[in-house]
């Protein structure tokens, strides 16, 4: 079993944002959710991966059958889960190359040479089609919002996680950009078969790429729908008809 | 990499022809590379250095726990580049652009353990001078860093340039400030200034951990970014730049 959300509730500002929230995902299946702006996908993923930022009311998270709610983030990130952020945050003066590297080396505890670094990933930077000045340049100063999804991918490719969540992967992305990011993901999961993964997005486009298991709707803090691509599609032509999800579904 | 060295009370040059040293006064010849190396003297030091004309030239400076008074002269179509590591000083810097395109490039860095004040006065005497300052200071302790920094452009100095960014990260709370008096007399003058005083960013701390990265090595990689940049010095160098943000961890 990869992940388990049981009943998470969150709270922000008086304002319940998670209500109940559950969802099982099992290793190497790809589910994805899909739900209007404000239901709370963003804060959902950021609790997963442990945002000190945002505090559960009640409930918990397993994670191959361990709680890691007590985790920090990069304790989490070791145990193999990674978030692929809405927004991938600018850092100035802080070089990719570092930044890659550093990561590299908690993964494995020892250090490799730029040298031998910029080498290493010059094969996954072809694959994402990036300009290897990027390695060179801060962590996605100045990069289009392509760029900076394309340079999560890369983290991907480097860290190798086994539970993998990406949030608005698609959002700006241009048709050639995302056939990039979808293919690349495509790849990774062929490779590693045991990967899960869990999309957000407000469009199914991705979803040509990565084929999902279950499609689930989020309304208002919790998963109101299940279903397959169906769904998706449903969404994608029908909206989320919110005056279908009757306030019971809302609030038990 | 000529070199300016002061061990307690005893100066040690090796210089070539591009500059001439004497009694604490520096004249820089022709295009050059110093390193002037204050980080080994207890005693407080005041320097001047002026360029000739036509020069363009870059200073490495580290000092540490001294006061120092650095009183810099750019003459016409002159250009200084200075990378200044300073550790738990109360230094004074004046900078006076005093030939027409005179140019300086200021980057000081600063690691604050106990109560320091530094003063930046930079002087736009004559026309189409430039100053980019870059002062950023990272607190280590209750006591606090002042960064005031003036900059003067005189009512016939036209075509100004005047850019400075100060920022002071405080890793322990504490009453630190930032002052900047812009004190502009012709209007023909591009002014640009940023100031930012607090900790590092909760959201930009959460994006590197995620990737793995334990939080000591975040604020590791963080300090020496917001630190040095882009500047590019020998890695000696940021090592002993570096090695006092570990002395004091707490
Ligand atoms: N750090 C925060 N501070 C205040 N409100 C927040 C914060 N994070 C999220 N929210 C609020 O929680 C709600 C859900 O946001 P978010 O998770 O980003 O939604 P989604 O990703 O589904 O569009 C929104 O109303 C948002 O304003
Ligand atoms: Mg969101």
Known sequence: ?252 | MNKIKVENNKIITDLDQSLFYDEYKLKIIKNTNVMIDLSETKKDITLEIETKENTVSSIIILSHLTNNYFNYKIKAYSKLNIVHLAVDNTDIINVDLKGKEANVNYHYSHLNFKKNQVTFNVNHLEDDTESYLVNHGVTLTNDKLIFEVNVYVADNSKNCICNQDNKIIMLKSNTSSILPNLLINNQEVEANHSAYLGSFNKNILFYLESRGISKNKCYELLLKGFLLGEVKIDKQLQDWFFHYLNIKKV
């Open chain 1, 1 to 252: 079993m990869a992940l388990e959300l049981k009943k998470l509730n969150c709270t922000i500002a008086e304002k319940k944002i998670l209500n109940d929230f559950s969802l099982t995902i099992e290793e190497g299946q790809t589910h994805v959710i899909m739900g209007p702006n404000g239901t709370g996908k963003s804060t959902l993923s950021h609790i997963i991966m442990g945002d000190p930022i945002y505090k559960l009311d009640s409930g918990d998270i397993l994670f191959n059958n361990e709680s890691i709610l007590s985790l920090s983030p990069d304790q989490r990130a070791n145990k193999g889960l990674f978030l692929s952020f809405q927004n991938p945050l600018s850092i100035e003066g802080v070089s990719n190359s570092e930044f890659l590297r550093t990561a590299l080396a908690e993964k494995t505890g020892s250090k490799v040479g730029l040298f031998d670094f910029v080498k290493q990933m010059d094969q996954a930077m072809d694959d994402l089609k990036m300009d290897e000045k990027m390695l060179h340049r801060s962590i996605n100063k100045g990069f289009s919002g392509g760029e900076k999804k394309k340079n999560e991918i890369l983290q991907i490719k480097l860290l190798k996680p086994s539970f993998i969540i990406l949030d608005e992967i698609d959002s700006g992305l241009d048709v050639d950009s995302l056939k990039i990011v979808g293919d690349n993901l495509k790849r990774y999961q062929k490779e590693n078969p045991k990967v899960s993964i869990l999309i957000i997005t407000h469009y199914p486009r991705i979803l040509d790429y990565i084929k999902p298991d279950f499609v689930h709707m989020m309304v208002h803090g919790k998963i109101v729908k299940t279903g397959n691509i169906t769904l998706a599609k449903d969404i994608e032509q029908n909206g989320y008809r919110l005056n279908d999800v009757s306030e019971n579904d809302i609030n038990e």
